[in-house]
């Protein structure tokens, strides 16, 4: 180490026996037309010519007379550059100039405040304002940094020690050094958070847990604790020993036999005190069971939530969210009775801000040989009856898309209105959707489309598939009755949100049939 910092010395108080004459970067070029242009990187440098000052680069001087000039460009905190340039009749002399940062060396050496516990672990680490990259320091809690001219806010952290910064001035021919003295942190907590204040237990993998977080300063331990509306604990545990900032727990809605505990709100209690005394901290936080929410991944790529041809009646809770990018192939069907052989593909997200309620939207782009269309489609949803083994609700929509870029999944440009229905004929398990609408085929469109959906959704613990199909009744125009159907699959793996999905279809109108598939992922929370 003691070698090391005898280089570092000799670097700053040499440069000249290690740095090259010159900056390879630079580039002289001569072009056709007259005067002079300066471009420097970074841009914003002064720029003299035969001593007066005449701009900031990128500069151009195109009135300069043939003859030799001598420039210098000055940047803050860059190196000045000195050249000459020989201006000649008939030719414009570019020139781009590579601006060397000034640099120096700092010793920084991070020290425990003297009387300090010898049982306090001690491993800080250091952040420079300029980057904010943690730097690690040497067994002897030293580090030798490399930073721009100027002053420099140094910060140490160490787990169970107060945070301390100090300032240093960095120069190009001084190695300069700070020391850090840090003191031991009382114990406090603070920061307390949960993944969702309500979520049902019987969701699947992450969706059926609920995260806790909190913020200790310095080593120690701790339990929770969870209480009915009666006080009555119903689950219990004792926590890791603290040997970081973060803390996290889960809790799957059940009570310590493993049983899922009734609807309802419960208290979650943490006790958290230092390595050293008997002192606990209490943080409270309120978390409702609520068995009505059923949070699963369904499909965007239609412009709905729900199944690929069929619109569902479920609505996220408040506060989930779901995000799906896809892709599709084939010969597909577009609304406007156009054949489509490609790769359409589109981003969607659905979310709920307010209970029973429910919001989407859809960008679909589709590429053409020679061009390419867009499209997208909104919606809103109110779930009136949820949570039982019969579930309905109403939705409207609207979709504008370009002379090409309809989605070849939608029933096309308009506004929509549709009733989801579902019956669960397993709980938990398979559902029957039926969803009429009605689709105002837009822009000229006065008589309605009826529009019959239909589709079985299974749900298993880690993924759910479904068939779906449409029907559209054209009764304005001599358009043949067009059928569309899939089958689709998605899977959650656990313990991440992601979800991935496919699906595969047939679509048939008069003569012409066809068939499609797709691939698509995203997150659900």
Known sequence: MRILYLIIILLSAFPS????????????????????????????????????????????????????????????GYKERRFNAALLNGSRLEVSIEMEEIRGF????????????????FEPHITVDTSGETISLSSDHRAILNLPSGYHTIKARAFGWEETSTAVLISEFVTSSADIVMKPAAFITGNASQSRKRFNPMNSNNLGLNEYRFEVSSPGTGNITILNHNETIVYSEQLPQFNTWIQNFT????????????????????????????????????TEIDYSLNIYPLSLMSGLGGLVFAPVPDALPAGSFQLEAGLLYGYLSLP????????????????????NLETSVFFNINPLPDTADWGITSSLKYSFLSGGLFNAAAGVFYTWAGEYGENPLSPGRGIGLYT??????????????????????????????????????????????A???????????NISLKFLSAIEGRFYPSPSFLFFSAQAGLWTQGANTGGYGGISAGIIY
């Open 467 to 477: 068939v779906s199909m449409r029907i559209e009744f054209n009764f304005s125009e």
């Open 106 to 121: 700092a010793l920084i050496t991070v020290y425990k405040e003297e009387g300090s516990p010898v049982y306090l672990s």
């Open 251 to 286: 809790w799957n809605g059940r009570d310590n036999n493993g049983n899922p505990v009734p609807q309802g709100v419960y208290t979650v209690i943490v006790e958290a005190s230092s390595s050293q005394t008997a002192e606990f901290i209490q943080i409270k936080m309120e």
């Open 420 to 465: 989801p229905f579902s019956f669960v004929i397993i709980p938990q398990n398979i559902s029957i959707i039926l969803s009429p609408g009605v689709f105002w085929r837009g822009p000229l469109g006065i008589i309605p489309e009826l529009l019959i959906s239909a589709g079985v959704l299974y749900q298993g613990g880690w993924f759910n598939a």
């Open 17 to 76: 026996f290690f740095a090259a004459d010159e900056i390879t970067a630079d580039i002289f070029t001569e072009t056709a037309g007259r005067g002079l242009l300066i471009r420097t990187n970074p841009p914003g440098a002064h720029v003299f010519i035969d001593g007066v000052e005449r701009g900031l680069t990128p500069a151009a001087f195109e009135n300069l007379r043939q003859g030799e000039y001598n420039i210098v460009i000055i940047k803050d």
């Open 336 to 355: 406007s009775e156009k054949l489509f052989t490609g790769f359409p593909f589109g981003i969607g997200l659905k979310v709920s801000l307010l209970k």
